[in-house]
Nanobody
Framework: VQLQASGGGAVQTGGSLRLSCAAT????????MGWYRQAPGKARELVAQLTSAGNTNYKDFAKGRFTLTHDDAQNTVHLQMNSLNPEDTGVYYC????????WGQGTQVTVSS
């Protein structure tokens, strides 16, 4: 199983980024998938999740700004992030759970004021 996260970068406050997570060796469809982030000096936290039933859930800070979508044909999950602010800075990871947790390598998001 491999998860490849991409799409991170550096933007200014108010900017947008679209993260992608492509999986090989496992299907997102029917499994539990999550986007997490880790800011410097802080613990990794959940940002948004895609349940095995296809439902999406967001942490409060992501509601209204972030949108998780999935492309089953490409076996890819995206995280559209709008209205970014410096508190969104961190390394963003994708993960999928099937018997165990699989993690991608992370993609850096930097938001400057």
């Amino acid at each position: 199983v491999q998860l490849q996260a991409s799409g991170g970068g550096a933007v200014q406050t108010g900017g947008s980024l679209r993260l992608s997570c492509a999986a090989t060796g496992i299907l997102f469809s029917g499994n539990f998938m999550g986007w997490y982030r880790q800011a410097p000096g802080k613990a990794r936290e959940l940002v948004a999740q895609l349940t095995s039933a296809g439902n999406t859930n967001y942490k409060d800070f992501a509601k209204g700004r972030f949108t998780l979508t999935h492309d089953d044909a490409q076996n890819t999950v995206h995280l559209q992030m709008n209205s970014l602010n410096p508190e969104d800075t961190g390394v963003y990871y994708c993960s999928v759970i099937r018997g165990q947790v699989y993690w991608g390598q992370g993609t850096q998001v930097t938001v400057s004021s």
